[in-house]
């Protein structure tokens, strides 16, 4: 069984990412990615730091908004509107989750869509829905390049994805889609999940339960990507696992660790996803509504 390095993966891909930046700047174009944090909760910060510090390393320049609990939702529109309409702001990103005073939903939906390097507007989503481009939503984009360094040809494949959020489960089952797989979309309704899952070549687990998928459940050959992030107390000590029984998976052809799987590649993924609205917002900027993205 291959452990497939998420760390190693996303230092490829932000090196590459790095290059592509430095040939637009000396094209005399600046990225710049506005980050919104409201409030201060501390994952948030953590991962907000996070995402700057890695885009300042590809040479992304970022516009840290740090904005107060006490924000009305009104202000925060106010905000998303001046990011929409500054030219030099090329990609904007609100930390999840907002104050329970503002409605996440509507102001997600507030973002310019060629904006949007989460890629949660209906309109990216819409995008990949009927296969014309937009931009992809960080997870499932990083467990594509992933499956990528294992899957030569997704033509045929059945592919078992567990979890239906709006921002992995769905658009990972249409990406695998797109790229020929059979999809098999299952979640917490779904009756005799275990006889579904020793059926796929491909399977992504995006649950929220600590080590859920058995090693069992595992055809062997296939490949399993490991989406999860899950907090347990184990012998004493808090660990990270994953949805999957990672000492389970010795038959699989290649499975993602948890952590240094999936995540790394999530961040990476934000950072092309910020290049790649940078590039259509250029001289040629794409206009709103039109949908020839690629
Ligand atoms: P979510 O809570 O929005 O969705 C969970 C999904 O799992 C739901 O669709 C639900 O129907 C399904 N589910 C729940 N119980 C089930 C069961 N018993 N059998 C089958 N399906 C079941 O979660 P999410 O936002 O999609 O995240 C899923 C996991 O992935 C979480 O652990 C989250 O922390 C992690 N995550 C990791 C990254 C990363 O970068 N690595 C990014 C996003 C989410």
């Given at each position: 069984m291959k452990t497939i390095d998420g760390n190693a993966v996303a230092s490829k891909f932000r090196a590459r990412l790095a290059d592509e930046v430095a040939l637009l700047r000396a094209d005399g174009r600046d990225l710049a990615l506005a980050v919104i944090?409201?409030?201060?909760?501390?994952?948030s910060a953590v991962y907000v730091r996070r995402k700057v510090e890695q885009a300042t390393e590809v040479g992304i320049r970022s516009i840290e908004r740090r904005l107060p609990t006490s924000l009305s939702e009104a202000e925060l529109v106010q905000t998303i509107a001046e990011l929409n309409a500054d030219p030099?702001?090329?990609?904007?990103?609100?930390?999840?989750p907002l104050p329970r005073h503002?409605?996440?939903?509507?102001?997600?939906?507030?973002i310019h869509p060629d904006k949007d390097v989460d890629g949660f507007h209906p309109m990216n989503i819409g995008r990949?829905?009927?296969?014309?481009?937009?931009?992809?939503?960080?997870t499932p984009l990083g467990c594509i390049?992933?499956?990528?360094?294992?899957?030569?040809?997704?033509?045929?494949?059945?592919a078992v994805v567990i979890g239906r959020s709006n921002i992995v489960g769905k658009p990972m089952s249409l990406l695998l889609l797109e790229r020929g797989c059979t999809v098999v979309m299952t979640h917490s309704q779904t009756r005799s999940l275990p006889e579904i899952v020793r059926e796929a070549d491909i399977v992504i687990a995006a649950v929220g339960r600590p080590e859920m998928v058995r090693g069992d459940w595992i055809k062997p050959g296939a490949v399993v990507i490991d989406v999860g992030i899950n907090r347990v107390e184990r012998d004493g000590k808090r660990r990270l696992v994953g949805d999957v029984e990672f000492a389970g998976?010795?038959?699989?052809?290649?499975?993602?660790?948890?952590?240094?799987?999936?995540?790394?590649?999530?961040?990476?993924?934000?950072l092309a996803n910020t290049v790649r609205a940078?590039?259509?917002?250029?001289?040629?900027?794409v206009a709103y509504g039109d949908f020839n993205f690629r």
């Open positions: 944090l409201v409030g201060d909760d501390p994952a030099a702001v090329t990609g904007i990103l609100l930390q999840l503002i409605d996440s939903g509507r102001i997600l939906n507030l990949l829905a009927n296969g014309t481009g937009g931009i992809i939503p960080c390049l992933l499956l990528e360094t294992v899957v030569n040809d997704f033509r045929g494949k059945h998976m010795a038959h699989a052809d290649a499975v993602t660790p948890v952590p240094g799987g999936v995540g790394p590649m999530t961040i990476a993924c934000l940078g590039k259509a917002m250029g001289p040629n900027a």
